[in-house]
């Protein structure tokens, strides 16, 4: 589930931990809920009614003005200059599901005020991430006089220097870490700029693309009445969800406003490109969750820039026709299951070089491994192995590399620390990007070695809980309770507990090869059944008592309900 400890599929024993229990003070201010729910908004940092409501029943009004942003009255005026001349104004777009979703926004917004556009999504490997001059150059021969970056900019000073120097224009919206030297973009949307004014830091890409087409409806010169405007905006929150779910920002705050809405436009879908893919992909529209994003239709979305190019990806998001799109679908489909099938090898390979490996982060390396999945496969194999990885390979003359780590670990502070032999950078504090010489090789790799040494990095062995609970007070309340919390995703999983001493009364092997286990549980004399996927170590445990973390939620099935646990990790009771 999105934003959820990896399970672990072996019985290997791991520390179960939760916070320290809520105060009893706490729970007599709220006598309307059980104490394991006060528990989780205790966790949440939710501990006033303000918070517990805000955070409970996320309301559309509860967005910022867009205009919070220090530059975005700069911005909007630039923009409205380029439709009054008619120049032409490039989108400058990134090539995963929150860059694709955030031009596809931009796209729709600036169509909207008849603005005459250009869409430029770079090429994962013959471009790179973000602008280059290459580009810039393309884009001066298109007669472009203003560049909109979406997802991508804030790391490109040189870039945006040279299309200055051709006469073009460039406004910033961007997410990622901000550098100490700003590129001179005429204007900056970035919720993490030093000095920002707008009061929310962890918008995705997409997201801060929607504020700025917030910013240019919401003008008088857009010439839309209060009720188109809010329709406008509503009918792009799909997009905002995907981008925002798809790049894992933490879904607090306004994302949670973003991604709820974003939900209820998905089940309404009028997109012909994502209505094809959700029929081929058997997604019921109505049943969209965080998770159907996050391993369906992101996968989907991510899978035309891992293989070909994210063109592909983003057609389908504004296509007119129905043919356009079922064509369309299938290419993202086919790229998909190629994605699948070469993830799997590449996952295979890098796993056998860290198998072993005791340093406090992994640089696993094969110059013939796609760039496109690195970023993928070194997600997966840091949350097996617990620490921060480093994934590369070569695109003929210099190395290029996808880093990812666990929760709390800086990985673009490692990055910061050999900056100066890197030829290209960027990122977040879990995810960065790199490209260096490969005669710098061993240099870039010892000093990533020795920042992870001098912080103390570890790996993670800690199972972090919300709270122990016994079965008997697993009640249809508490599982409706669990439900408002939801959207559920990074900075808001969805809530896991913990139960030891279980009994298995049965288990059966289910699923297409059998990989996945339907168990009928028992705790303090209640039986529950659960679902543990992709678990081989369930048969070995079921012969002793055994010690749970869980999900809870219910399970719908020709026309019947009932209360079942989706088990995140499983060990020997007390191991």
């Known amino acids: 589930m999105v934003g959820i400890v990896p399970t672990v599929t072996t019985s290997i024993a791991q520390r179960i931990a939760y916070p320290e ?12 809920y059980p104490r394991v729910f006060l528990q989780i908004m205790h966790n949440r940092g939710l501990e006033t009614q303000e918070a517990i409501d805000a955070f409970l029943n996320p309301e559309y009004s509860q967005l910022h003005d867009p205009y919070l942003f220090q530059d975005m009255h700069t911005a ?8 009054e001349k008619k120049e032409l104004i490039a989108i400058h777009g990134d090539y995963d ?42 884009l ?12 991508c900019g804030i790391s490109n000073t040189v870039e945006i220097a040279a299309a200055k120097e051709k006469g073009i224009d460039t406004i910033i919206t961007d997410h990622h870490q901000v550098p100490a030297v700003l590129p001179p973009a005429i204007a900056i949307i970035h919720p993490k700029r030093s000095g920002e004014t707008y009061p929310f830091n962890y918008l995705a890409g997409g997201g801060v693309a929607f504020k700025l087409v917030q910013g240019l409806i919401r003008d008088a010169r857009s010439g839309m009445t209060e009720q188109q405007i809010e329709s406008f905006e509503k009918w792009l929150l799909d997009l905002v969800a995907i981008a925002t779910v798809g790049d894992m920002v933490e879904l607090i705050g306004e994302n949670r406003v973003l991604v709820k809405y974003g939900l209820l436009v998905l089940a309404k879908n009028r997109r012909k490109g994502l209505q094809q893919m959700f029929a081929l992909a058997s997604i019921d529209p109505a049943k969209i969750t965080t998770e159907t994003i996050g391993f369906q239709i992101a996968p989907r979305i991510n899978a035309a820039g891992r293989m070909d190019h994210a063109n592909a990806a983003y057609l389908l998001m504004v296509a007119a026709t129905d043919g356009e799109a079922e064509q369309l679908t299938k290419t993202l489909e086919g790229n998909n299951r190629d994605r699948q099938k070469v993830t799997e090898q590449v996952f295979r390979e890098a796993r056998s070089q860290a198998v072993g490996n005791t340093d406090p982060f992994l640089f696993l390396y094969h110059p013939t491994w796609p760039i496109g999945l690195f970023g993928l496969v070194a997600g997966k194999v840091s949350k097996e192995f617990g620490k921060p990885v480093f994934l590369g390979g070569n695109d003929g003359t210099k190395v290029v590399a996808s880093g990812r780590s666990p929760a709390g670990v800086d990985i673009m502070a490692a990055v910061n620390e050999c900056k100066d032999l890197l030829i290209s950078f960027g990122g ?31 790996v993670q062995l800690e199972i972090r809980a919300d709270a122990p609970l016994s079965f008997k007070d697993i009640t249809w309340e508490l599982v409706a309770l669990v439900e408002r919390l939801a959207p559920f995703g990074q900075a808001n999983r969805e809530p896991l507990f913990v139960s030891r001493g279980v009994t298995i009364v049965s288990s059966r092997a289910v699923g297409k090869n059998g990989q996945h286990y339907k168990l009928v549980l028992a705790h303090d004399g209640r039986t529950l059944p659960a679902i543990a996927f992709s678990m081989p170590a369930v048969p070995s445990l079921a012969a002793a008592p055994v010690d749970l973390v869980y999900s809870i939620a219910i399970n719908e099935w ?18």
């Open 97 to 138: 599901a929150d860059g694709v979703s955030g031009a596809a926004i931009l796209q729709q917004g600036l169509q909207a005020l008849g603005a005459a556009t250009t869409i430029f999504l770079p090429h994962r490997e013959k471009d790179g991430y973000g602008m280059n001059v290459k580009t810039v150059d393309y």
């Open 21 to 32: 229990p809520v105060g009893d003070l706490f729970v007599q201010q709220f006598p309307e």
């Open 76 to 83: 909007v005026d630039r923009i409205y200059q380029a439709i």
């Open 428 to 458: 977040h504090t879990q995810a960065c990007g790199i490209r260096f010489l490969e005669e710098n090789f061993d240099t870039v790799r010892a000093r990533l070695l020795e920042h992870f040494k001098s912080t103390g990095t570890t």
């Open 558 to 575: 020709n026309g019947n309900r009932e209360l079942q646990l989706t088990v995140e990790h499983i060990q020997s009771a007390h191991g």
């Open 140 to 151: 001066h021969g298109l007669g472009v006089k203003l560049i909109i970056t979406c997802d």
